[in-house]
DNA sequence: GCCTCTCCTATCGCTTATCGATATGAGAGT
DNA sequence: ACTCTCATATCGATAAGCGATAGGAGAGGC
């Protein structure tokens, strides 16, 4: 049983939604999404990471070496000021299209 | 940094829920997704024909040549039945994701 | 007849996201 | 010592969607 795929574009939202509830490591945000979304997202580290890198490039997260709860060597990353706008703006573009597919698979 | 306007595998589900009124032809598809989504997705033809020669190359649309409304030559497409099965499972598929990030963006 | 507009299909090149596999390192447990 | 687990990282492949562009053919004005 594969594990349902990502649609593309969705994981950026879940990263910043996932950090808006407070820092977390890389395999910390991973176990958080799965979590929020009941077991219906599983992010493998071949796309968490480049994502956590991109978003951080683009000025949306912030990171500093740490500690984790195991005592392992962590990056953890925080939610930036235009991390936060761009969470507000990708949850309302989601809602507008999620509202408009619903809409058009009902008719 | 472009806004895609689509999320990705989104497109497919749109073309076969369009189809499944009824058989249009390419530009027609294209006017019946405005119609259905309320304007909320415009679907240029650099997306829409590659999508239906990957569609009928999968199974899921027929194709033949005829004449518009307008008298032009028109290839009109179909679902099959395999693409009647596609449409159920890429509705249901959409339902369970559209309700898994519904549920991480209240939280 | 001729010109232009619109309709209709098609393809090329580019960008970008995601995924599977793989690598590396270090603390934890035995 | 050895292995298990945690944790980050990267590479190559895949694929979708998009902008631009092209071309053919009927429609309608003149």
Redo the contacts between chains.
Sequence with gaps: MKK?NL????LD??IL?ALS?GPLHGLGVSLR?RQ???G??EVGPGSLFPALHRMEE?GWLSSEWGESENNRRAKFYQLTKPGRRQLETE?K??T???L??????K?
């Design positions: 349902t649609l593309q574009g969705t939202l879940l939604k509830m999404i929020i979304t009941n219906a997202f683009a949850a573009h989601w507008l299209i999620s408009a597919i619903a809409g058009a698979l008719a």
